[in-house]
């Protein structure tokens, strides 16, 4: 069956689906749904394009924005022209009951139909892993037609009503492009900038941080499209301008929470749309004319593949990377249509277009045409044509680093050149943002932090919790694997041999320590009280009672799997992950009395502690001789939430540990040297 | 202006060598003598006068690889140049052209190995054709220089966790006694192998009238 869904995209397979219901509801007898223009507009759109907006890849969107630009504004121009105009030409000789159709009325069905479809590019695409340029370049084209869509469907729409039109219509007409497509980035913009000035004042509530990101992002969309702006222009501009700023304030689960429900919705939006689509066509009425419908389909072709050949070539004068004519191919084959010009049809009214379904019947053969044909073709053809494919490389720390680099490099170039292009405007507009917006939009220190320090961050975090997730049986992620510090830097600091070879059970003992305290935060969030995020005590001890005893089966088969180097530092997330991953027993300690206790919490973006850790190491593993107050203080840290007392995420740990291995501990976990032996007792009583 | 009437032979000469077009040429020669004040060469003090500049952090590295004269002056003896002279200029200028549609794939090779080269010396403060750890930390506290409020630590653990990253790339199997030096040249060409250097090293470089000043 797989090998279905490698000849087939999903969209095809969808659409058939539909066919399918749609036939059966037929033949029951009940009259199937169409897929309405208001619910096309208002619920199945708006997810995609957000999640296509929120998640744009901003730096090749802006690198080749001109292009584009381009190709959406003047190709779909060109497109909605040209097919209106040789529609006409076709209705006026192809006789056959097709002389009523009026000039505008052809030239309203070009610009429906000329438009690349967002949906259908993306679910075409998604699947051939194309490389990044031209995935770019044609789904942006698709995003930004809108805004000459929705210009030309009403100026269109309106015309057909006029007994004239003159010429100040049609000037009026070219100014309301520029009004609807820069005034839907604007709503869009002001949205995103309310949204992020909102996401800073949200630390008190993360529950309902991602509801701000939706629910801005859609008011933007319904704004722009309550005053005939170009809805998506709106939605996507507020994605983009929210997304930096917000992803600084919002903590690490909204972040994920948000990817995730976006993906979701998108996900569901498409299945419905393309399965509407298929039951639709069965619901419809049609009205089937054979030369409109050839006539369209052909003219459509002809008119992508010359726009394409046209553009590109006037393209390349500008371009330093310029674009061989593989990639035009590919361009003009991944014009693909669907359902945005369906429902614009559907919208048509019957009295003033009473050809509304010969033109819904041709729309749909159009459709049909792409997803189908086009869509299971492009895959083998671009294997065929070796066009070059996406790289699957990660986002490495080297990667971004000399990223900064070459842009600082560049534009410095550029400075001594005395030439003002594109890298020095873009570090202009960085030093403007560093300056100025940061300071509002981000709370608290995270304003100041450097991009740089922000991405290693996320990247500590991805690798502990992957490795954390792995919970010991799966791989360990490559960066740790072979190579270790000691590799790199063999005569390092002195520091780094402070830590004596331990023996192996007071490894043991120190990992199930550590271990427990992970487990027990884990289990302190699986009791939600939404309002006070407290646990509730008594379900606790059940809890953890199950757990051990589940843990003890655990335990047989596992083997203590990671192997902590003597002399290794390592950075704080990593090794509080990889302590953390495997899991082992609880054993309570006999002796409980005046022991240091210790409050374990699991990284996050947001603590400055995180930033301060760095310098404890230094400090916990020197080589100091232990004294005594410091085997006191030894191990205990500020909780994250102050909460409650008689909370979770309290433990005692062993007794008498060697000074050695106070301080690896000391090293190996979370910040905050203070003390507060009063922070609570052993809450789970012993011996149980 | 960029006119094609006279060309000295130099010029055509320099054009050949460089890669440049004529009024390419022409125009990075205006720029040359606005920079050096109407002189034949150019100190350092005279890109302090560049009012953009000072607020890239690694404008030193920048400058002092355009008076590198072994590396990237191809001139015999290795060390730093006091002045440079307007053929030097065109020659580290020659690094970011951007790619031609018609180069085949050795000269692309190479083309890239180039720019790959450049970049490297760049990193490589003390000229031993290796980047250490030490090297890669400098780089990072330069290109972290404009945020004052940054702990040096997390820069420390940002260049160990960078120089893992690639030491897992190119020896990727390694006891734990093996010293793995620091990145050679041709690691260097590995980590960057992901990357298509030739479309983003590059800068445009104008056949018409648009200087900007300096003081």
Redesign the interface.
């Known amino acids: 069956m797989s090998s279905v869904s490698k000849v087939v995209p999903e969209s095809c397979l969808l659409i058939v689906v539909g066919l399918l219901v749609g036939g059966l509801i037929k033949a029951v007898g009940e009259k199937p749904p169409i897929l309405k223009s208001d619910i096309f507009f208002l619920f199945l759109l708006p997810p995609i394009i957000l999640d296509a907006g929120y998640f744009l890849p901003l730096r090749q969107f802006t690198e080749n924005l001109g292009t584009i630009l381009i190709f959406a504004v003047v190709g779909t121009l060109w497109n909605a022209f040209f097919l209106g105009g040789l529609m006409y030409a076709v209705c006026q000789i192809g006789g056959s009951g097709l002389n009523h159709i009026g000039l505008l009325a052809n030239l309203l069905f070009g610009s429906i139909i000329s438009a690349v479809d967002p949906v259908a590019v993306l679910a075409v695409f998604e699947e051939i892993h194309i490389n990044e340029l031209l995935h770019i370049l044609v789904f942006g084209e698709s995003l930004l037609n809108d805004a000459v869509t929705v210009v030309l469907y009403h100026l269109f729409e309106e015309f057909a009503n006029f007994e004239q039109v003159t010429i100040i219509d049609i000037i009026l007409g070219f100014l309301s492009f520029f009004v609807v497509s820069l005034g839907g980035v604007f709503v869009g913009v002001i949205y995103g900038l309310i949204a992020a000035f909102t996401s800073r004042f949200t630390s008190n509530i993360r529950v309902i941080e991602p509801l701000f990101v939706f629910l801005y992002s859609y008011m933007a969309y319904l704004s722009a499209e309550l005053f005939h702006l170009s809805g998506i222009m709106a939605l996507i501009a507020s994605g983009v301008v929210m997304r930096p700023y917000v992803e600084a304030n919002i903590s690490h689960k909204s972040h994920t929470t948000i990817k995730y429900f976006l993906k979701m919705w998108s996900s569901v939006s498409e299945t419905l749309i393309f399965i509407f689509l298929g039951v639709s066509t069965v619901a419809g009425q049609h009205y089937w004319n054979w030369t409109f419908v050839i006539s369209t389909l052909l003219f459509c072709l002809i008119a992508r593949v010359l726009g394409v050949l046209v553009l590109t070539w006037f393209i390349n004068k500008f371009r330093?990377?310029?674009l061989?004519p593989k990639d035009q191919f590919i361009i003009a084959y991944g014009g693909l249509r669907g359902a945005i010009a369906f429902s614009l049809c559907y919208l048509l009214d019957y009295e003033h277009f009473n050809m509304r379904d010969m033109f819904l019947t041709a729309i749909i053969t159009v459709i049909f045409f792409t997803v189908f044909v086009q869509g299971m073709t492009i895959r083998p053809l671009v294997d065929l044509l070796a066009v070059k494919k996406k790289?699957e490389?990660k986002r490495?720390?080297?990667?971004e680093?000399?990223?900064?680099?070459?842009d600082?490099?560049?534009?410095?170039?550029?400075?001594?050149?005395?030439?003002?292009?594109?890298?020095?405007w873009k570090?202009k507009l960085n030093?403007f943002n560093k300056k100025y917006v940061k300071k509002c939009l981000i709370a608290g220190e995270r304003s100041?932090e450097?991009q740089?320090?922000a991405f290693?961050h996320k990247?500590?975090m991805k690798q502990a919790i992957e490795l954390v997730e792995s919970g010991g049986l799966g791989k360990i992620p490559?960066?740790i694997?072979?190579?270790?510090?000691?590799?790199?830097?063999?005569k390092t600091l002195p520091v780094a041999r402070v830590l004596p070879a331990l023996s192996k059970d007071k490894e043991e003992e120190i990992r199930k320590i550590l271990r427990n305290n992970l487990q027990k935060t884990r289990q302190r969030l699986r009791s939600y009280n939404r309002h006070t995020l407290v646990a509730d005590p008594y379900e606790e001890a059940w809890n953890q009672m199950l757990l051990r005893r589940q843990k003890i089966r655990h335990t047989d088969r596992q083997n203590a799997y990671l192997t902590v180097?003597a002399n290794k530092i390592d950075?704080p997330t990593m090794s509080r992950a990889r302590i953390g991953s495997d899991p082992l027993a609880y054993e309570p300690k006999p002796d409980s009395e005046n022991l240091p206790i210790i409050t374990i919490d699991p990284a996050s973006p947001q603590s400055p502690e995180s930033?301060?850790l760095?310098?404890e190491?230094?400090k916990g593993c020197g080589g100091l001789p232990p004294s005594p107050e410091e085997d006191e203080e030894g191990l205990v840290m500020r909780a994250k939430e102050p909460s409650s007392p008689g909370t979770d995420d309290v433990f005692t740990p062993g007794t008498g540990d060697s000074p050695s291995s106070q301080r690896m501990l000391r090293c190996l976990s979370d910040p905050g040297p203070r003390q507060e032996p009063e922070e609570g007792e052993p809450f789970i009583p012993k011996g149980q | 202006m960029g006119s094609a009437q006279s060309v000295p032979p130099e010029m055509r000469a320099l054009a050949e060598r460089t890669g440049f077009t004529s009024e390419q040429i022409e125009q990075l020669h205006r720029r040359f003598k606005q920079l050096s004040h109407n002189r034949k060469t150019i100190r350092k003090e005279d890109f302090d006068t560049i009012p953009d500049l000072e607020f890239n952090p690694i404008r030193a590295r920048i400058v002092h690889a355009f008076f590198d004269k072994r590396r990237n002056l191809r001139k015999a003896p290795a060390g730093l140049a006091e002045e440079i002279n307007f053929e030097d200029f065109l020659t580290i200028m020659s690094y970011f052209r951007p790619i031609e549609m018609d180069m085949d794939e050795e000269r692309l090779e190479s083309f890239r190995k180039e720019k790959l080269k450049f970049l490297f010396h760049m990193y490589d403060a003390d000229y031993d054709g290796i980047i250490t750890l030490q090297e890669y930390k400098d780089v990072l506290d330069e290109l972290m220089s404009g945020n004052p409020h940054l702990e040096k630590e997390s820069l420390r653990a940002i260049a160990e966790g960078a120089m893992l990253e690639a030491a897992s790339v190119c020896m990727p199997r390694t006891g734990p006694d093996e010293v793995y030096e620091g990145i050679t040249f041709e690691d260097f060409l590995k980590v960057w192998k992901g990357i298509d250097i030739e479309t983003k090293m590059h800068v445009r470089f104008l056949t018409m009238e648009a200087i900007a000043h300096c003081y």
């Open positions: 330093i990377v310029k061989t790289q490389t490495s720390i080297n990667e680093i000399h990223t900064q680099f070459l600082h490099l560049l534009t410095g170039i550029e400075d001594i050149c005395g030439h003002y292009g594109h890298h020095h570090d030093r100041k450097p740089l320090i290693y990247m500590e490559s960066t694997s072979a190579v270790s510090i000691q590799n790199i830097s063999p180097p950075s930033m301060e760095p310098n190491i230094p």
